[in-house]
T-cell receptor, first 116, second 110 residues
Framework: DSGVTQTPKHLITATGQRVTLRCSPR?????VYWYQQSLDQGLQFLIQYYNGEERAKGNILERFSAQQFPDLHSELNLSSLELGDSALYFC???????????????FGSGTQLSVL | AQRVTQPEKLLSVFKGAPVELKCNYS??????LFWYVQYSRQRLQLLLRHISRESIKGFTADLNKGETSFHLKKPFAQEEDSAMYYCALGGSSNTGKLIFGQGTTLQVKP
């Protein structure tokens, strides 16, 4: 158990809908990262938050947004869902904001999103 | 731009055979390299990182800056090594994000 908690584990919804994925980082970790894993794209970095502030942005669509709350949990909001958004969404956390010293990421077990 | 290339999507070997999973990276700064493993669509787990120069479950990886490579090796593969392996690149002082390669599925046959 990495200590990173993601809910829900599975989500089935229809095209055009909006969903919210939730992530609680490990105790003491200030950074939260969101990744999308799909068969054709592999593991894609979406966005990082550090202590409530956006720190880095990757290949995140405009229909997607995220935030980190004062208690450090994070939510990823996906709207106007399309079939192609079906994927496994991982959250990860780390203590600091950067990789200095080889700081590693701890991953949650993911949310499997199916858009029908 | 940061980029990680894992040229093999699938590597299939017999139990007891040596294994080498290739990873090449592109990065203008000072890289931090990692190998993560994912068993049967479970969460990703850190296998090893170059800065620790460690050997985990018999796996080792050496950072070769001249060849910009961080290949993962194990002298004798075991069936329980079957999994998806991701090479990942970090190194920016501004962000802790890791850029992952496409992953290599290692299949160890009995």
């Amino acid at each position: 158990d990495s200590g990173v908690t993601q809910t829900p584990k599975h989500l089935i919804t229809a095209t055009g809908q909006r969903v919210t994925l939730r992530c609680s980082p490990r105790s003491g970790d200030l950074s939260v990262y969101w990744y999308q894993q799909s068969l054709d794209q592999g593991l894609q970095f979406l966005i990082q938050y550090y202590n409530g502030e956006e720190r880095a942005k990757g290949n995140i669509l405009e229909r997607f947004s995220a935030q980190q709350f004062p208690d450090l949990h994070s939510e990823l909001n996906l709207s106007s869902l399309e079939l192609g958004d079906s994927a496994l969404y991982f959250c990860a956390s780390s203590r600091n904001s950067n990789n200095d010293g080889g700081e590693k990421l701890f991953f949650g077990s993911g949310t499997q999103l199916s858009v029908l | 731009a940061q980029r990680v290339t894992q040229p093999e999507k699938l590597l299939s070997v017999f139990k007891g055979a040596p294994v080498e999973l290739k990873c090449n990276y592109s990065y203008s700064g000072s890289p931090e390299l990692f190998w993560y493993v994912q068993y049967s669509r479970q969460r990703l787990q850190l296998l090893l990182r170059h800065i620790s120069r460690e050997s985990i479950k018999g796996f080792t990886a050496d950072l070769n800056k001249g060849e910009t490579s961080f290949h993962l090796k194990k002298p004798f593969a075991q069936e329980e090594d079957s999994a998806m392996y991701y090479c990942a690149l970090g190194g920016s002082s501004n962000t802790g994000k890791l850029i992952f390669g496409q992953g290599t599925t290692l299949q160890v046959k009995p």
